[in-house]
Nanobody, 115 residues
Framework: QVQFVESGGGLVQAGGSLRLSCAAS??????????VGWYRQAPGKQREFVAR?????TTLYEDSVKGRFTISRDNAKMYLQMNSLKPEDTAVYYC?????????WGQGTQVTVSS
């Protein structure tokens, strides 16, 4: 059973940067062989899509993060480079597959952007 483990979150001022990482434990999960993505859930809101990278390396971003966030991956991990952060980016960030049935969610990593 795949268990996603997110890390790299923290408290940052508006305009700052963070780099999130996602690893998979409990299974030989290959990020390169799967369509994978980042999601986030802000307080009082539903979890939403942020970015994805497919097996071919093609990326897709939610409109509000285009030009600021960059998703990447190698075989063992997935990353989200977040630049020019805004207070509205404050959320718990999660990783998961981006096709078919989602796998169990990890605990996420908290990103807090202060104004």
């Amino acid at each position: 059973q795949v268990q996603f483990v997110e890390s790299g979150g923290g408290l940052v001022q508006a305009g700052g940067s963070l780099r999130l990482s996602c690893a998979a434990s409990g299974s030989t999960f290959s990020f390169s062989a799967n369509d994978v993505g980042w999601y986030r859930q802000a307080p009082g809101k539903q979890r939403e899509f942020v970015a994805r990278i497919n097996r071919s390396g093609t990326t897709l971003y939610e409109d509000s993060v285009k030009g600021r966030f960059t998703i990447s991956r190698d075989n063992a991990k997935m990353y989200l480079q977040m630049n020019s952060l805004k207070p509205e980016d404050t959320a718990v960030y999660y990783c998961n597959v981006n096709v078919g049935v989602l796998l169990p969610w990890g605990q996420g990593t908290q990103v807090t952007v202060s104004s």
